[in-house]
């Protein structure tokens, strides 16, 4: 938390980390919560500190997923390699871009036409060449770390992903379309009947999510990558956070999860709570979204344009 919250203003501008105030740690949410809704004649009669815990960082991870929308932005310059290791904290992303030399964001889409497979290859032993599809058939292998491992069999870098990264786009830019006069240089004839889902000069992507990686084309070598991802809000080190606006909505869902998974509670109580819960988590949208009656108007605006990007 920032050093305003423990009374230091002075404290608080002198660090480069602020905005600590629209926060709230998961440990003082569950001080509150016992203080608020655990005891005799409360809601909940017995719960321990270790359950509202548990209960807590499984809102708290249910939440960053629609209602807190957690997103991080990582930047990178790709190299010869191709291909990005995902953050430790990622679960999803949500926009992949490139950046130009202006710093404008231009978007990557992802291509479905490609992907990278695992490849195998008999070892060679005594120089005698062996058939794969037989081998499995006359050997033993063993299924390690959910793969085959064998003493005949290795992995190689497979074929497909190689030539995805040799590959060359006949894609032309739009700048490259507004300089030219002329149609000499340009890819005459090879973008009639292009796919608009595939008509992007920017360069594509994909991931392999087996083994943790983003992939990209040969065109975007040298270029600076910015990744938009979800994350959970629990990877990361020290006591985990929410957001204000969301405050009432994790208490109901905490106090749902644990009485629905209570046998002490009547039906009712638990229909209750997850009115309230459902009604908490839309009002947390709506004060999340931060919507602006003059950025509204603006957006309306562009509604009257004839020719739109």
Same mark, same amino acid.
Do not use: C
């Given at each position: 938390?920032?050093?305003?919250?423990?009374?230091?203003?002075?404290?608080?501008?002198?660090?480069e980390?602020?905005?600590?105030?629209?926060?709230?740690?998961?440990?003082?949410?569950?001080?509150?919560?016992?203080?608020?809704?655990?005891?005799?004649?409360?809601?909940?009669?017995? $719960?321990?500190?270790?359950?509202?815990?548990?209960?807590?960082?499984? $809102?708290?991870?249910?939440?960053?997923?629609?209602?807190?929308?957690?997103?991080?932005?990582?930047?990178?310059?790709?190299?010869?390699?191709?291909y990005?290791?995902?953050?430790?904290?990622?679960?999803?992303?949500?926009?992949?871009?490139?950046?130009?030399?202006?710093?404008?964001?231009?978007?990557?889409?992802?291509?479905k036409?490609?992907?990278?497979?695992?490849?195998?290859?008999?070892?060679?032993?005594?120089?005698?060449e062996?058939?794969?599809?037989?081998?499995?058939?006359?050997?033993?292998?063993?299924?390690?770390?959910?793969?085959?491992?064998?003493?005949?069999?290795?992995?190689?870098?497979?074929?497909?992903?190689?030539?995805?990264?040799?590959?060359?786009?006949?894609?032309?830019?739009?700048?490259?379309?507004?300089?030219?006069?002329?149609?000499?240089?340009?890819?005459?004839?090879?973008?009639y009947?292009?796919?608009?889902?595939?008509?992007?000069?920017?360069?594509?992507?994909?991931?392999?999510? $087996?083994?943790?990686?983003?992939?990209?084309?040969?065109?975007?070598?040298g270029?600076?990558?910015?990744?938009?991802?979800?994350?959970?809000?629990?990877?990361?080190?020290?006591?985990?956070?929410?957001?204000?606006?969301?405050?009432e909505?994790?208490?109901?869902?905490?106090?749902?999860?644990?009485?629905?998974?209570?046998s002490?509670?009547?039906?009712?109580?638990?229909?209750?709570?997850?009115?309230?819960?459902?009604?908490?988590?839309?009002?947390?949208?709506?004060?999340?979204?931060?919507?602006?009656?003059?950025?509204? $108007?603006?957006?309306?605006?562009?509604?009257?344009?004839w020719?739109?990007?």
């Open positions: 938390m920032a050093e305003y919250n423990n009374g230091s203003i002075s404290n608080y501008y002198a660090s980390n602020g905005g600590g105030y629209q926060y709230q740690s998961i440990n003082d949410l569950v001080n509150t919560f016992l203080a608020m809704y655990v005891g005799e004649n409360k809601l909940i009669s017995k $719960a321990s500190r270790q359950d509202v815990f548990f209960f807590g960082r499984r $809102a708290l991870q249910e939440m960053n997923y629609d209602t807190l929308r957690s997103k991080k932005t990582l930047e990178f310059e790709l190299d010869n390699r191709m990005m290791i995902m953050p430790h904290d990622f679960v999803g992303y949500t926009h992949v871009f490139v950046s130009d030399a202006n710093g404008i964001k231009r978007p990557l889409y992802p291509t036409d490609t992907q990278n497979p695992t490849r195998w290859k008999v070892k060679e032993s005594n120089n005698d062996r058939d794969l599809d037989n081998w499995f058939e006359t050997q033993e292998y063993n299924l390690l770390a959910g793969g085959i491992i064998t003493n005949g069999l290795e992995e190689e870098d497979p074929k497909t992903t190689e030539n995805f990264s040799n590959s060359q786009t006949n894609n032309t830019s739009n700048s490259e379309l507004e300089s030219n006069n002329s149609f000499n240089n340009l890819a005459e004839g090879q973008r009947g292009l796919q608009p889902s595939m008509a992007n000069a920017n360069g594509s992507f994909y991931f392999d999510y $087996a083994k943790g990686r983003l992939y990209f084309g040969p065109s975007l070598i270029q600076t990558i910015v990744l938009d991802y979800i994350t959970d809000g629990l990877a990361d080190d020290g006591d985990s956070v929410i957001h204000k606006f969301a405050e909505a994790w208490y109901k869902s905490v106090a749902y999860a644990i009485v629905s998974t209570g002490n509670y009547s039906p009712a109580s638990v229909q209750m709570l997850k009115k309230e819960r459902f009604a908490e988590m839309r009002k947390a949208k709506i004060r999340l979204s931060n919507y602006k009656s003059q950025e509204l $108007a603006q957006i309306m605006r562009n509604k009257s344009k020719i739109k990007h």
